[in-house]
């Protein structure tokens, strides 16, 4: 594709793009943030609707059992689990991330203990998603056990780190901040070859790059709902575990959805049968409704078609902002390989912040990470070679004309 002409007729071909209309993109706006925060889809102001008004208003306390509001978290982790490689009652959608690592953490870690009391390792990477680590730093505080995490980086590679001293090994399928994608099997097998448990955060990859948590034979996983899942800010995330390990199911989380019979008012917590165990409170139904919304197109698209074009995509932006963009200090920070690649793509600037303030203000919508990091999402769904071809002319007149070099774009939000 060498010119805008040659986009605009790839995605005439696109068979994704009649998903576009999907969605709620608002005008003169070209979304580059997917692997942060989705974009609306249109079914779910009508659900929401739906929801607050129908079910809440009219039904009231009644629609816990009318509208089927109980079973939400089950029903709805049936439907992600089957475009995830999970078999039906093996998923559900409940809590955060955070706290569905922490439940995961803390079986994993229960049953090394029974079975290989002397580890004391718990493997993750120094460029982990935040989350992660501090989810491990509270529970070795919590223990008090003599637990240590141990980090994989440049000095410390995988093969090296994982030795007959690492009980978990919790990693993220697709790095946050470089793209970078881990083969979910090999590495899974590794960590089995030497008798550690793999816990698998998928919070960009799923909905984004083709997952079967039951053919890489993981342990457990968790993972988001707001980003290629569409399913709202903040909406519920998920937690998926290996049918082997729940009959061995330990966490400290023990609220009483987790039970087979909460309205029985049981003193005593007895863990429910399957995946409904990792439950804890009361379910947000609101935001919970909404993620299937989300599900519905995801369910549309073909992932192995979603794949294809992401990385198309993916191919064409690192191309076009190496060949418009040379001159400028930009590095490359995402894996050229498709194997070793997610679906967004990460350049570092000098002044990354600044420049993508810049593009944010000219309707280019990617975010920042620390450090220097511009992150662009690439999402099939809605994302098209037609606004890659217009993201980097925007980007090359913002980086020539030295647009970034303002002091409302040196100006930092909560948010980046």
Not at 108 to 134: C, G, H, W
Not at 139 to 152: A, F, K, N, P, V
Not at 368 to 394: C, H, K, M, N, S
Request: charged share 20%; glycine share 8%.
């Amino acid at each position: 594709m060498n010119t805008r002409d040659d986009c605009v007729n790839a995605d005439r071909q696109d068979p994704l793009a009649p998903l576009k209309e999907q969605f709620d993109l608002p005008p003169g706006v070209l979304y580059m943030d997917g692997n942060s925060l989705g974009v609306l889809p249109k079914a779910a102001a009508a659900r929401a609707s739906s929801v607050i008004g129908q079910e809440w208003g009219a039904g009231l306390i009644r629609s816990w059992n009318t509208a089927g509001w109980f079973e939400l978290p089950a029903r709805l982790g049936d439907k992600l689990g089957s475009l995830l490689g999970a078999r039906e009652g093996e998923l559900v959608i409940t809590d955060t991330t955070s706290l569905n690592i922490f439940k995961a953490l803390a079986a994993a870690l229960r049953i090394q203990q029974q079975k290989l009391p002397s580890r004391r390792v718990i493997l993750s990477e120094r460029d982990n998603f935040p989350t992660d680590l501090y989810m491990i730093q509270g529970m070795i505080d919590l223990l008090q056990q003599g637990y240590e995490m141990r980090l994989i980086d440049d000095a410390l590679p995988l093969e090296d780190a994982l030795d007959d001293s690492v009980a978990v090994m919790l990693l993220s399928h697709v790095n946050y901040r470089s793209g970078q994608m881990h083969d979910m099997a090999a590495v899974t097998a590794l960590a089995h070859e030497r008798g550690a448990l793999a816990i698998w955060d998928l919070a960009h990859a799923a909905g984004a790059v083709p997952v079967d948590l039951n053919g890489a034979d993981a342990d457990f996983a968790v993972g988001c709902t707001y980003k290629y899942l569409n399913g709202g800010p903040g909406s519920p995330a998920f937690i998926w575990v290996a049918p082997r390990h729940t009959k061995d199911f330990w966490q400290p989380l023990s609220g009483w959805w987790g039970h087979p019979r909460p309205f029985d008012m049981a003193v005593a917590y007895e863990p429910a049968g399957g995946i409904r165990r990792y439950l804890c409170g009361t379910q947000p139904i609101v935001s919970l409704s909404l993620v299937e919304c989300g599900l519905d197109v995801a369910h549309a698209a073909d992932m192995a078609e979603v794949r294809r074009k992401s990385l198309a995509l993916g191919d064409l932006f690192i191309s076009l902002v190496e060949q418009r963009c040379a001159g400028h200090p930009l590095t490359l920070v995402t894996p050229r390989d498709h194997a070793e690649r997610g679906s967004h793509v990460s350049f570092r600037h000098p002044n990354g912040f600044e420049v993508m303030q810049a593009l944010i203000a000219r309707g280019v919508i990617g975010d920042y990470r620390e450090p220097e990091v511009l992150r662009f999402g690439l999402t099939p769904l809605y994302f098209g070679y037609a606004d890659v071809w217009d993201a980097v002319d925007i980007l090359k007149d913002v980086l020539d004309t030295r647009a970034w070099d303002k002091p409302e774009f040196r100006q930092r939000a909560a948010v980046t």
